[in-house]
């Protein structure tokens, strides 16, 4: 599951107060700017193909990873 972060947003206003920009801070802004990448990438090998967590750990313990 994925955990939701609050972020806290600060609004600039025109002159009728219509909400035309928003500022937030370096940290979220770079925490955002990395789920953004991460989900490119996902979105990318989505039709690439699976392998099984057992293989995984296989291959893990074969190479002394594990």
Do not use: C, P, W
Not at 10 to 17: F, I, L, M, P, S
């Amino acid at each position: 599951m994925i955990k939701s972060k609050k972020i806290k947003l600060r609004y600039v206003t025109d002159k009728n107060g219509k909400k035309r920009d928003v500022i937030l801070s370096i940290k979220d802004f770079e925490e955002l700017m990395e789920d953004l990448s991460d989900l490119a990438i996902a979105a990318q090998r989505r039709s690439e193909e699976t392998v099984a967590h057992s293989r995984v750990i296989k291959k893990l313990k074969a190479d002394g990873a594990l």
